[in-house]
């Protein structure tokens, strides 16, 4: 059985016939070549495929592509604009607010969904929206640093 | 890792889901798929098909009738943490939907999907059981209402028959007076509860007029601990009382795994559960 999606993702719409048991994130990667989304723990616990679904983080290796069907997706190269990178990945570039890079991605989309909710988050408050995405290079410290300037700077 | 191959369907109302059913053998309902999708993806699930009814207006919501609260069974965790009427006249399902995963779990997962799941590491069963939520429940047979103390029928099995659709859950208004807290040890790596304690205390002239606590975690189904405050009312509700109580939990069968023995978990509810109880205590009479 293949079902027929329409989604936009970074502001472009695309249209598939897929099987119905495809996740989102083989979607995005397989389908459309979006390989900046990462593929991790694959149970919902690392984060390293966090996606915006219509504004809200998501991890897509917990959703099916036909779930999101209708949906207008944001990945991490929808981030940047006209070659300028967004607030948050300048702040991570500055700050070294990554080692290996494979949480990032992950990392940058669950922080912008943070910033839409709360233009001005703490600390405290960037630790726990970044719960759900582990890092295993950099402690996290500049991670929140990270963050934390991109608000200053009006990352939302 | 990919789930096995199915037929999705998607359904466009509460009747519709019911039809397809009734019509469709070995079919299953995906709401958030935050338990689902977990399942078909290590293939404890291999349903062959898959009814999506995520899109079903009528099953989304908070809405307050008096001194019930009712939320839709596809509301999102994120939603009832966030909302201020449950935070407000249900304040222990918010703070224990708030604590559930992380936020991208909780921009997805449901009420609804969470307690079909009945995973006894969950957070919200035992909240259910504390307030004495009512679980609402549609079928092929028309519509009925299940105590969430009979809903929880086993481990990952409720009192939901295959053919019917939890449509959403009635949570009392706390009564004045009234204060609950959810407390819990989670695992530090899957954030499931290794315990979750979920009390709701009502003071009035400083007495206890009415108290209750449940636990996840800790038992097969959430446990009511009914042994330890069945002495409180009347009672002030002193730290020394609590701690007495808290010494009365007794559980059958307590679960045990790699992570933690059952000894183990039973001991921790006593801690949690008179943790709990005091947290209650202050916010009822703060």
Same mark, same amino acid.
């Given at each position: 059985m293949s079902y027929h999606v329409q989604l936009e993702v970074n502001g472009r719409r695309h249209e598939r016939e897929v099987e119905p048991r495809m996740l989102l994130v083989h979607f995005l990667r397989e389908e459309l070549g979006l390989t900046g989304t990462n593929v991790g723990c694959e149970t919902s616990l690392c984060g390293a495929c966090t996606v915006l679904v219509d504004g809200a983080a998501v991890k897509s290796c917990t959703q099916l592509a036909v779930q999101a069907d209708g949906a207008s997706i944001t990945t991490i190269e929808g981030l940047a604009t006209n070659g300028e990178l967004h607030a948050l990945q300048q702040a991570f570039w500055d700050l070294h607010g990554l080692q290996c890079g494979y949480c990032t991605p992950g990392m940058i989309l669950a922080a912008a969904d943070l910033l839409e909710r709360n233009p001005d988050p703490d600390d405290g408050e960037i630790r726990e929206a970044l719960k759900g995405n582990v890092c295993r290079c950099t402690g996290y410290h500049n991670i929140v640093r990270a963050v934390r300037r991109a608000a200053e700077g009006g990352a939302a | 890792m990919v789930p096995s191959a199915f037929d999705f369907h998607r359904a466009g109302s509460v009747d519709e889901a019911i039809e397809l059913l009734g019509r469709l053998p070995d079919a299953k309902l995906l709401a958030g798929g935050h338990s689902l999708i977990p399942m078909m993806k290590l293939r404890l699930a291999q349903p062959g098909?898959?009814?999506? !009814?995520?899109? !079903?207006?009528?099953? =989304?919501?908070?809405?307050? +009738?008096?001194?019930? #609260?009712? #939320?839709?069974?596809?509301?999102?965790?994120?939603?009832i943490a966030a909302s201020e009427e449950l935070?407000? &006249?249900?304040?222990?399902?918010?703070?224990?939907?708030?604590? *559930?995963? +992380?936020?991208?779990?909780? @921009?997805?997962?449901?009420?609804?999907? @969470? *307690?079909?799941?009945? $995973?006894?590491? &969950?957070?919200?069963?035992?909240?259910? *059981?504390?307030?004495?939520?009512?679980?609402?429940?549609?079928?092929?047979?028309?519509?009925?209402?299940?105590?969430?103390?009979?809903?929880?029928?086993?481990?990952?099995?409720?009192?939901? +028959?295959?053919?019917?659709? !939890?449509?959403?859950?009635?949570?009392?208004?706390?009564?004045?007076?009234?204060?609950?807290?959810?407390?819990?040890h989670e695992h530090p790596a899957s954030g499931y509860a290794v315990v979750g304690a979920a009390a709701s205390v009502t003071l009035s002239g400083g007495r206890c007029t009415a108290a209750s606590l449940a636990f996840n975690g800790i038992s097969a189904v959430p446990h009511a601990a009914d042994e330890v405050v069945s002495g409180l009312v009347g009672g002030t509700l002193d730290d020394a009382s609590l701690a007495s109580v808290s010494s009365l939990? =007794?559980?059958?069968?307590?679960?045990? $795994?790699?992570?933690? &023995?059952?000894?183990?978990r039973v001991e921790l509810a006593r801690v949690y559960g008179r943790r709990a109880l005091a947290s209650a205590r202050d916010r009822a009479s703060g």
């Open positions: - | 098909a898959v009814i999506d !009814i995520g899109r !079903i207006q009528e099953l =989304s919501g908070v809405c307050r +009738d008096g001194d019930v #609260v009712s #939320v839709g069974a596809l509301t999102r965790h994120g939603e935070r407000a &006249s249900c304040p222990l399902l918010a703070e224990a939907a708030g604590k *559930i995963g +992380d936020p991208a779990v909780r @921009n997805r997962g449901t009420l609804g999907g @969470n *307690i079909a799941h009945a $995973d006894p590491a &969950s957070d919200l069963p035992a909240v259910l *059981i504390a307030v004495g939520a009512v679980v609402h429940l549609a079928g092929p047979e028309g519509r009925r209402q299940v105590a969430a103390r009979d809903f929880f029928v086993d481990l990952l099995t409720t009192a939901l +028959d295959p053919a019917e659709v !939890i449509t959403r859950v009635d949570f009392p208004v706390a009564a004045p007076g009234t204060g609950q807290a959810y407390l819990k939990l =007794s559980v059958r069968d307590p679960l045990g $795994d790699v992570h933690a &023995s059952g000894e183990y």
